[in-house]
Each structure stands twice: as structure tokens, then as C-alpha cells.
């Protein structure tokens, strides 16, 4: 389906690690996924306004695989046992650059488009062979201020080093906890939320979007106690 241009173009791109080190997740990082894909029917209802679409990749040393490639965000996407098969390494910038890469051409020359790239991992890149992490630090720089705004949940490695390795802005970064990976994807949808709220009041997308969505599931922990 092609996008409706006379709306503003708001992109999802998911990158997720499917390397040997999350298999200790596997079936917590299923369910937690498929949860965050329920939710995308009632956030395209709630910004009618937007053009919600989405994209999903997942990566391992055996490949880079796109599940899904700039689809409307509503139409159904679900993993499993049989297509989530964590193994081998972590080339992170590989994952990275070429699906940011492929997105970026895709949509160039859309009058007005938004990306939020969310990248979840819990090791640190170890067999990337296309891009330096110069590469990609050099990359999301420069599309920061394109309305490209990156968030980076990682686990089991310094993430707050790794993310300023990357040029990921401070308020977009979380060390999740991989005994509970539930509360980082409900983080993602929270970090959705605000996205499409800041482009429809027309506000600076990036700023402490995840630390916003975080005080936000706090807040309402606290409501809910």
C-alpha cells in the first residue's frame, strides 16, 4: 500500500538483535514483541492526522534479515519460535547501517517525514564488515537533524558508553534488564506515544523521548498502587 502523502510520514524502524546471547530471551522477547505489535492498531487510531509505517529487521553473523519493509503500521506482524532464532554474532553497525541506509533512499523526497529508529540488543557489536562505528556514529549525526531521531535499549554491556559511541542522544538510551525485557518493549510503545504527540503539537521530536516515556510508566505504576 502506498503511503498517503498529504499526511506527515511517521516511519517505525525496529532493529532487533536475534544473536546468540539473546537466546537466554528468546521466548520473554517474543512475547514482549508481539505485545508492542498489538498496541500499533490503537496508536495509528489515536494520530489519524499521521502516516504510521513500519519496518523491522532483525541481525546475526548469518545475516541481516528485514521482516518487514516500510508496511502501514497496522497490518498484522508477529515472530515466533520459527522465524526468532537467536545465534552466531553481533554485527550491530552492519544492522544498523544498511537497513538506515535502505530506508533513507526509500523515503527521500517525502515531503514530510519523521523516522524513530529503536535499536534493542544485549551485546556489543563483535562482526560487523560493511560499517565502523565511526560509520554510523557519522551517519545518525548527520540525520539527527532530518528528523531522524534514534533510541538504543541495551543490555549486558556499558550501554551509556556505547550509545555515545554512536552519537544516540542521552535521553534516548536504556539499560534494560533482561530478567524483566516486558518493561523495556512497553517503554518503546510509551517512547511511540510521544513521538507522534510532539509532531502533532509541533515540538522538538528528540529530546529525552525514552527518559519521557520512562517517567511516564513510573507515574503510572505509581496511579495504578
Known amino acids: 500500500m502506498t503511503p498517503d502523502t498529504t499526511k506527515p510520514l511517521v516511519h517505525h524502524l525496529i532493529i532487533l538483535d536475534e544473536s546468540g546471547s539473546m537466546s537466554s530471551v528468546r521466548e520473554?522477547?517474543?512475547?514482549?514483541?508481539?505485545?508492542?505489535?498489538?498496541?500499533n492498531d490503537s496508536l495509528?487510531?489515536?494520530?489519524?492526522?499521521?502516516?504510521h509505517r513500519l519496518t523491522f529487521v532483525t541481525f546475526n553473523s548469518s545475516g541481516i534479515r528485514t521482516v518487514c519493509f516500510d508496511i502501514p503500521l497496522t497490518e498484522p506482524i508477529r515472530?515466533?519460535?520459527?522465524?526468532?532464532?537467536?545465534?552466531?554474532g553481533t554485527p550491530l553497525w552492519d544492522a544498523m547501517g544498511s537497513s538506515v541506509l535502505k530506508l533513507k533512499h526509500h523515503i527521500y523526497g517525502h515531503p514530510d517525514h519523521k523516522v524513530l529508529v529503536t535499536v534493542i540488543t544485549d551485546g556489543m557489536e563483535n562482526a560487523s564488515r560493511e560499517f565502523s562505528g565511526k560509520e554510523i556514529k557519522m551517519m545518525?549525526?548527520?540525520?539527527r537533524e532530518k528528523n531522524w531521531v534514534f533510541a538504543y535499549l541495551g543490555a549486558d554491556h556499558d550501554v551509556e558508553s556505547v550509545a555515545d559511541g554512536m552519537g544516540i542522544h542521552s535521553g534516548n538510551r536504556l539499560n534494560w534488564e533482561k530478567n524483566r525485557p516486558q518493561n523495556s518493549w512497553e517503554s518503546i510503545h510509551h517512547m511511540r506515544t510521544h513521538f507522534s504527540i510532539r509532531l502533532r503539537e509541533k515540538e522538538k521530536l528528540e529530546e529525552d523521548l525514552m527518559k519521557k516515556a520512562l517517567e511516564e510508566m513510573e507515574s503510572d505504576k505509581h496511579k495504578k498502587g
Open 140 to 143: 545518525i549525526e548527520g540525520l
Open 28 to 39: 520473554e522477547t517474543i512475547t514482549a514483541f508481539n505485545d508492542l505489535m498489538a498496541k
Open 79 to 88: 515472530i515466533s519460535s520459527k522465524n526468532y532464532s537467536p545465534m552466531d
Open 44 to 51: 495509528a487510531a489515536e494520530f489519524p492526522d499521521q502516516e
